[in-house]
């Protein structure tokens, strides 16, 4: 059974910093890109950041470029992005992504 878990959102000030994990089971993690999307109340969602199978190139979207870092343990199957300097405008659910398939999502509020 193919599994994303996603976990480590919640409710943060504006400059704080979260962790996001997505734990993969079910299939091949290291074979394959990882990427984190988000989807804002009321918008659709949208591409944040990727790394490739082996962890040596990574890409993110603009706006949060020098804030965000995607990573990942091929040996623990899990990937990560960690989030620094947060902004009311990252609030969103954050989804792990790879191959065919997708996580449940996380929530992150960022908020005082």
């Known amino acids: 059974q193919v599994q994303l878990v996603e976990s480590g959102g919640g409710l943060v000030q504006p400059g704080g910093s979260l962790r996001l994990s997505c734990a993969a089971s079910?299939?091949?993690?290291?074979?394959?890109?990882m990427n984190w999307y988000r989807q804002a109340p009321g918008k659709g969602r949208e591409w944040v950041a990727l790394?490739?199978?082996?962890?040596?190139?990574?890409n993110y979207l603009d706006s949060v470029k020098g804030r965000f870092t995607i990573s990942r343990d091929n040996a623990k199957n899990t990937a990560y992005l960690q989030m620094n300097k947060l902004k009311p405008e990252d609030t969103a659910i954050y989804y792990c992504?790879?191959?065919?398939?997708w996580g449940q999502g996380t929530q992150v509020t960022v908020s005082s």
């Open positions: 790394i490739t199978n082996d962890g040596d190139s990574t």
């Open positions: 992504q790879s191959s065919l398939y």
């Open positions: 079910g299939f091949p993690f290291s074979s394959y890109m």
